[in-house]
Every structure is written in C-alpha cells, then in structure tokens.
C-alpha cells in the first residue's frame, strides 16, 4: 500500500543519515580533540582511570620537583663535609710536623687556628633554602625528602626518603645537671627510675628549667654560657625512652615546656611507639606516660648539652700537647668522612629514585594515551568512508522523498 501521509522508505533513510551523521560527528570529534574518550559519557570506565592516572601523572611532578631540591641540599652538604675533610687532613699533616722537636709549634698552632676558623666557616655556610645539614641545627636529627606516591586498595600514601644530619660543628658545652625533665608517679621506682608497673597510673615527665625564665635562650644569648650552665638552652637535647623506643628532642631559641613535650611525643610516635601499648597525654608542661601492656616496661629520662662532631678543634693544641692532639683529629677526620660518605649515598639515592621517577612519569603517560588518544589512521580511513556513506544516505533520502510523487500518476 502507498500514502501520501506515510513514507517509509523516507524514514528509513533519514533514520540511516542521522546515524550515519552522529557517527562522522564523533569521528570529526575524535580527530579535533586527538582522544577518543574526551568525557565521561564517551566511556565512563575509562574515563574515570584516566583521570586517576593523570593526577598520579601531576603529583609525580611534584615529585620529581622535591627530589630536585632534596638532590640539591645533599650536594650543599656532602660539599661541606668534603671540604671539612680536606681542610682536616690539611691540619693532620700539620699535627703531624708538630711531633718533631725541632719545629716552631707555635706558627703551626697559628696554622691550625686558621683552619679550625674555616671549617667553621664551611660549615656554618652549607645551607640551602634555610636548611642546613651539617651545623646540628636540625632538631629531629633526620630530614625526609618525598620520594614516591605508593598507590593501593587502602588508598594513597606518601613516602620519603630519610636522611641522616651530620653536626660538624665545634660547639661544645658542660653536661647538663638540671633542667632537663623529671619521671613521677608510682609506675616508676628507682634512680634514675626505670620501670612501669603494669596497667599502672601514668607516669608523669616535666620539671623543665629554662636559663633565665620559661623558655629557651638563644645559644649565642649573653645570658646562655653553655660552658657554664646547666639549665636548658636552645640546642640542648632532650631524650625519653619507653620500652625500646626513644624520642629525641633538641631545644630551639623560644621554647616552653610546653614544646618540649610536644615535641617528645612527636618523636617517639614517629619512631614507632605503639599507641595501643602506650598512652601519650600532653598536660601543662608535661607528658603523662601509661602503659596499657601486661608487661613492666623500661621507661627513663635524660638531657645532655648538644655538641658538635668536631667540637674537639677548639682545644687542639700541639704546643702543650703535640700527641694529643694527633690521636684527636684522627677521630674527628673519621667524624667528617663519615658524613661525606653519609650524604653520598643518600644522595645516590635520590638519583636513582629522580631518575625512576621521570621514567614512571612517562610511562603513566603512555598508558593514558593508550586508553583515550585518538588512533589518527583509523580515524582517517573511517572519515572517508562515513563521508561517502553521507552521500549516498542522502541520495537515498532524496529518492524515498520522490516515491509519492509517482502516485500523481494514479489521478491522470
């Protein structure tokens, strides 16, 4: 049956051309964007990994941007520690002519005071962006330098390389007998006291004396002798140990009690204390200590003057004691190899991790591109053919649009 009304073969056709022209839509859509899955709705699934990927792909890069600058503060630091250790064995060879009797002591004694300056010098300038790695400035000891992001089921977690401090500094001071913190309460007996009764009331740490009031002075305070005094002052360190864990804390110029506790705390967290085994509560001034174990568990309490690696130089003196002082800057030489050699490896390190990092990147990218980038030959044979097959759909709309016009024949 023919109408005038309906034409099928019309709809039929217009239906083929609107298929036809969606398709070279998203062909031509492909080609100008370069991907194949450009949103969501091309392919969810994908989409949404490519997404994740690209976003490791943007932290990776910061990454590789804190490994920059951790690669950077290491080269600061090993450089001093080498340069230390140059200038040392400088001065062992001059130690070593002061052993005979026929020489002027005191011109090399002149000598050796020279570059125990420089060291100091060296020393004081390795820093980069603020960061010094060689002057015992660091109060934790360590620095982490972000070295991956370690994607899993549990989520995304940072991790980061750790890198040893070296003090290569000659500051030196007296032990310290007060100030440093106090254990009460009755889950601790002894002197100094050295146990926790099981499930007992919490053990108490605080008592800090600051020279000169409630917070710490500078080292190079008027007020802050460190020769002579035995309250604390900044760069004096503070260590609490629970079980086999210990926190370390070293104080800095302004600090209050406060501070140090928190700062304890800080530590033995980061160290791996067991917040299920012991329970840490900050008070006013100080850390209360419970052990929640079955078992009785060491815990002490200590406080020493800080005091550099080379701290030795500063009464070197082979004018009164030429043999002396040969037997001290062997272990002092020891001291800034160690360091140097420290600082190397971690800095090795770094490379390895920058260098794996950039070819991760790259491989992150290679695999998002294999996921949503356009296949350009592909698309280009399917442009062609969608292209003629337009044409001919819209030659065969324009026939099927003709059909009812034979029906005028019928009324002749």
Request: hydrophobic share 40%.
């Amino acid at each position: 049956m023919s109408s005038i009304l309906t034409n099928t073969s019309a709809m039929v056709a217009l239906q083929t051309m609107k298929g036809i022209n969606a398709s070279l839509n998203k062909t031509q859509a492909d080609i100008s964007t370069g991907k194949s899955v450009a949103t969501a709705k091309d392919n969810a699934a994908v989409w949404a990994i490519s997404k994740v990927m690209e976003s490791d792909v943007e932290g990776f890069k910061g990454i590789s941007d804190s490994l920059s600058v951790g690669s950077a503060t290491l080269t600061v630091a090993r450089n001093a520690s080498e340069t230390v250790t140059k200038l040392l064995t400088e001065m062992k060879g001059k130690i070593v002519a002061a052993q005979a009797d026929n020489v002027d002591r005191g011109k090399i004694q002149t000598d050796i005071v020279a570059l125990t300056k420089q060291i100091e010098s060296t020393v004081g300038a390795a820093q980069f962006n603020g960061l010094n790695l060689v002057d015992g400035s660091v109060t934790s000891g360590s620095v982490n330098i972000l070295a991956s992001l370690d994607r899993s089921q549990a989520g995304v977690v940072s991790s980061n390389i750790t890198v040893e401090t070296q003090n290569l500094s000659t500051s030196a001071g007296a032990a310290l007998t007060a100030g440093g913190g106090t254990l009460t309460g009755t889950t601790n007996v002894g002197t100094p006291p050295v146990a926790s009764v099981v499930n007992g009331t919490p053990a108490s740490l605080g008592t800090f004396v600051f020279q000169g009031g409630g917070s710490a002075l500078a080292k190079n305070d008027a007020s802050a002798n460190p020769a002579m005094l035995t309250a604390l002052i900044a760069g004096d360190q503070i260590s609490l140990k629970i079980g086999s864990v210990e926190g370390k804390y070293t104080v800095q110029k302004g600090d209050t009690a406060d501070a140090l506790v928190a700062g304890l705390k800080s530590s033995l967290t980061a160290n791996g204390l067991s917040d299920t085994d012991f329970t840490l509560t900050l008070g006013a001034g100080s850390l209360q200590v419970a052990n929640n174990t079955n078992q009785a568990a060491a815990i002490s309490a200590s406080a020493t003057r800080g005091t550099g690696g080379l701290a030795g130089l500063t009464t070197l003196n082979v004018e009164t004691a030429p043999a002396t002082a040969l037997q001290e800057i062997e272990g002092m030489l020891q001291t800034s190899i160690d360091a140097a050699a420290s600082f190397g490896s971690a800095q090795k390190r770094v490379e390895i991790q920058s260098d794996f990092v950039g070819k991760l990147t790259d491989s992150l990218k290679t695999g998002i591109g294999a996921m949503v980038d356009t296949d350009m030959e592909e698309a280009s044979a399917r442009l062609q053919a969608l292209q003629v097959q337009q044409q001919l759909a819209t030659q065969a709309l324009s026939i099927a649009n003709q059909q009812p016009q034979g029906l005028l024949s019928l009324f002749r």
